[in-house]
């Protein structure tokens, strides 16, 4: 069969500006219609969610870390940060936030071989404890507010989200500078504008719906891009975690899509910054207000 040939002076295919968009439209097909159910079904079914997510992510952690959750002191992390979520789901703060501190430090001490200089691989094991504990907690926290739980969760998944599709769309359609190339080779600080007046906008949207009377624009706009710069910086801490143990993906878990891990870094970040919020903002009370 002849090959035809080229057109004279045609110019030579680009390459495709959204090489990753299928992969994340079908991570978001997966994920979004559990998280908002659950979300809406109420702080019982939201904490199984969690206790599902956070065992997940803690095997995800062990594994890039080099360990096993078989073992100790692999096995470790997914105890502690259950047994945290636990008494967080009954609502006994104090006890859950010192199993996560106290779990962190004797795990990194216990990893330590005596007389030796703290090891590395056992401090970021260690770290997977506070890491995903202190989001598992944050996230339950939130949920449970009877009177402002479902719109504050909603809030923040609407804000992260907003701010990592932002992102996306103008770092892949405007580039320029990066952002961090030695952590993340494809941010730029277009994208990083961009997740930023997206979160931003988003979060002014969501909280006019939910509470239109008296908003507080300002504080609104604060909030938002909080949670929209903590959220960033939790995605490129995720790169450079796998940069750091040479990963492309924090496992296979999501056949081609990568990890848990991978979906959930920016929540990880930006949860306990928003249950600080709420926490400030007093019982039954928007984090926004």
Known sequence: MPVQAETPGAPAPLPSRWPDLRKRVLSAALLIPAAVLCIWLGAEAWAALMAAAVALLAWEWVRLCGFSTRHWPGLAVPVLVLAAGTLAVEAIWGAAL??????????WAAGRPAGQPRARPSFWLAFGVLYIGLAGVALIH?????????GNVFFLFLVVWASDIGAYLAGRRFGGPKLAPAISPNKTWSGAAGGLVSAMLVGLAAAALADPAGLPLARVLLVAGLIGVVAQCGDLFESWLKRHYHVKDSSALIPGHGGLLDRLDAVLAAAPVAAVLAALAGPGAALWR
């Not at 199993?99 to 795990?107: E, S």
């Not at 939130?142 to 479902?150: P, S």
Request: proline share 0%; net charge positive.
């Open 98 to 107: 010192a199993v996560l501190l106290l779990g962190f430090a004797g795990l």
């Open 142 to 150: 939130l949920r449970g507010d009877a009177a402002a739980g479902r």
